[in-house]
């Protein structure tokens, strides 16, 4: 028996809830790519399957075979109170959740990207998002919604994750 679960039936990635971080809002919604920012290449179809866990790509700008990892410094069982940075204008409350909770999951990050992390250079990593997976005209989401996308699952990132990151192949 394989480990069936919700998946999206377009890319077969896996898919989270994120309904439980709403407030007393019923709403068929509340499922997200399980990815550092949504895609937004498509719309999440979901589907209930054995996601493929596939290769990771870089979680900054989508390129493959990502060398470096960077780990959560955010362990919310033992911290009661945290704070991040996240600005939410334009930022729907799904894709609010889902900046939050990528404080617990680690990061894949490329070459470049790792380098323009440690510059904490944001505008570069969202241009060099941009360009390597544009915005598609008649896409899901416009490119208002796709930039408050990144620059608050980015920001959630600088402020829980300093540091160096570990090779990834160590993982
Ligand atoms: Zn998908
Ligand atoms: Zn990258």
Known sequence: MEDLGFMC????GEVHDVTHNREGELDAV??????RVEPWDHELELAVGAPDPGTPD????????PGWLYYPTLDPEDTDVFEVELDTTHLS???????VLNMLYP???CDTCSVLVADRNMEQIIVRALERTPVPADGPVGEDVVRARLRGSLSVFFTTRPGRPQP???V
Request: glycine share 10%; net charge negative; with cysteine.
């Open 107 to 109: 990061w894949y990050a």
């Open 93 to 99: 409350d799904d894709d609010t959740a889902t900046a």
């Open 9 to 12: 039936a377009r890319c077969g």
């Open 30 to 35: 509340g499922y997200r790519h399980n990815r």
């Open 168 to 170: 990834s192949r160590a």
């Open 58 to 65: 870089c979680d900054f700008c989508g390129e493959a075979a």
